[in-house]
Structures are given as structure tokens and as C-alpha cells.
């Protein structure tokens, strides 16, 4: 799938991954909003069900704004639609409104009527016991399904895609992480101090990741344009988890003009 025409979008070339920059974060939206709205058409066309995976934080804000907004005023139909997630929070009460389950149910899911049982996190935040297995059956489930159609990736301050932090090997499946502080601080703001933050999470892998079809990775933001320099220049490997992702054949890089600033 490419890009819309649009006179705004520009493809950068000769980068290591087709690059897309658009003039404002709500230019990203609108196209994004597009491209979802056509996956999950085209896999309805296909007589199967639309297979999506999305990412929490502030990032796809607004591309979920307009994405429900689109649902609600020209009634796409999402009865098939299964969702997974990349990461969940753990050591949270289980209404704890900064749970990734909680936020995509406030951000999105409430506004398409999309239940609770076609949406689907490696883990639920209060869960104690058993997390591994947990983490395997989130792998099964996903083998199961079949290759997701589209997956969308914000890019962290450190170069961490889901909760994959530096040092996370390319072959890493959905498993039990430590969060790193500078993740921490980064969300802060969904809690009450960052004391309250959570240090730890469960998140698909590089590997998981990887099996997409395609691969959505947004930056928004001045405060992106340096991680984003670096994941277009720098030396592939873990030290930088989204450098990882960079040769997937279906991926690409999608920022506003603040964001794409440094390359
Ligand atoms: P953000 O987070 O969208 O809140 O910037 C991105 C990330 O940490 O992956």
C-alpha cells in the first residue's frame, strides 16, 4: 500500500526506509486514518477479518480521533475487526484509567463500539501470576490469527518500539520487561507522580513485532527529530530497538515536519 497522493505528503528517498513527512500532525492523521480505513476494507473484501495492531501513548492520539470520527460519518464496518496491542502495563489496579486497556477504550474503542473481547493485550495490568505463560499465549494467539495486516509503532526518546528497550535482542517474542527510567519520565504524565509509574510491562518482541505485514512507525514532534535522525543513520542493532525494524520489507517511517526536522 502507498502513500495517498497528497501535494502536502513528501517521500523522502535514498533513506534506509520509505520516509513520509507531512506538514502537520493531523496531516500523519489523515492519512494514517486512510490507510486503516482501506486495510480493514480490504480485508472484509477478502471475506476475512481486518487483523490490526495499535500502540497506546500520545502519539496516534489524533489519528484515533479521526479514524472514529470517520467510522461514525460513513458507518465502515468494524463487526470483524480484531485488534492486538503491543504492551500493557503491569502492577496496576485493574481501573487504573493510565492502563494501556484503559486508555484505548477512553482514546478509541467507547467512540466504534469495538467490545472488549475483540481487543487483545498480552496481559491484563493487575495480573500477578502466571505471566509467562500469559506472554506465550499472547505469541499463540497471535500465530493464530495470522500475519497482522497493520501495525502502528510510535518510536520512544531512547529508540524503544513497544516496550522493547535498548539492549532488546532481535529475536525477542512477547515476554516480561523492565521499563527503563527515561520511558518512565516519559509517561509520567498519565500518573500521579513518577513514583506511581509502573517499572514493569509486558510487550510483544522485535520478532513479534517483525511478522506484520506492515509496519506504521509515527514521530511526532521537535522532541522526536533527534531519535528519528538516529533511526535512520545510525548502526542497526539493539542498542536502538526500532533500528530493528528498519529492512522489514512493509515498513515505514511517518513523522510531521517537527519530527522529520534533522534529517
Ligand atoms: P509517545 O510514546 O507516543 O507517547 O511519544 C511513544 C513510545 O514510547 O513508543
Known amino acids: 500500500m502507498r502513500a495517498p497522493h497528497s501535494p502536502d505528503l513528501r517521500e523522502l528517498t535514498g533513506l ?3 520516509v513520509f ?18 486495510v480493514v476494507g ?25 479514524f472514529a470520527r470517520r467510522v461514525a460519518d460513513e458507518g465502515v464496518d468494524l463487526s470483524t475487526l480484531l485488534t492486538f496491542h503491543l504492551d500493557e502495563y503491569l502492577d496496576l489496579p485493574r481501573e487504573h484509567p493510565a492502563s494501556f ?3 484505548m477504550h477512553e482514546r478509541l474503542y467507547r467512540h466504534i463500539e469495538h467490545p472488549a473481547v475483540r ?43 513497544a516496550f522493547n528497550e535498548p539492549g532488546a535482542a532481535a529475536d525477542s517474542r512477547t515476554r516480561v520487561v523492565t521499563l527503563s527510567e527515561s520511558t518512565r519520565l516519559a509517561n509520567s504524565g498519565d500518573f500521579e507522580s513518577l513514583e506511581a509509574v509502573p517499572r514493569r510491562a509486558a510487550t510483544m518482541g522485535i520478532a513479534t513485532i517483525r511478522a506484520a505485514r506492515r509496519l506504521r512507525i509515527v514521530a511526532l514532534g521537535p522532541s522526536k ?39
Not at 25 to 34: C, D, E, G, H, W
Not at 130 to 158: K, M, V
Open 119 to 161: 481487543a487483545h493485550f498480552p496481559v491484563e495490568c493487575d495480573q500477578r501470576d502466571d505471566l509467562d505463560a500469559a506472554c506465550a499465549r499472547y505469541e499463540a494467539l497471535l500465530a493464530g490469527a495470522g500475519a497482522l495486516d497493520w501495525q502502528l509503532l510510535g518510536i520512544g526518546l531512547n529508540g524503544h518500539v
Open 42 to 66: 480490504s480485508a472484509q473484501a477478502e471475506g476475512r477479518a481486518p487483523r490490526i495492531g495499535l500502540a497506546t501513548g500520545r502519539t496516534p492520539q489524533a489519528l484515533y480521533r479521526v
Open 101 to 103: 486497556r484503559a486508555q
Open 21 to 38: 513527512v507531512a506538514p502537520s500532525a493531523q496531516a500523519v492523521a489523515l492519512a494514517l486514518a486512510q490507510q486503516l480505513v482501506d
Open 16 to 18: 534506509p526506509l520509505p
Open 225 to 263: 527529530a533527534g531519535i528519528v535522525h538516529e533511526l535512520i543513520h545510525a548502526r542497526v542493532g539493539p542498542d536502538l530497538p526500532a533500528t530493528l525494524l528498519r529492512d522489514h520489507a512493509g515498513c515505514e517511517l511517518w513523522c510531521d515536519a517537527a519530527a522529520a526536522s534533522e534529517l
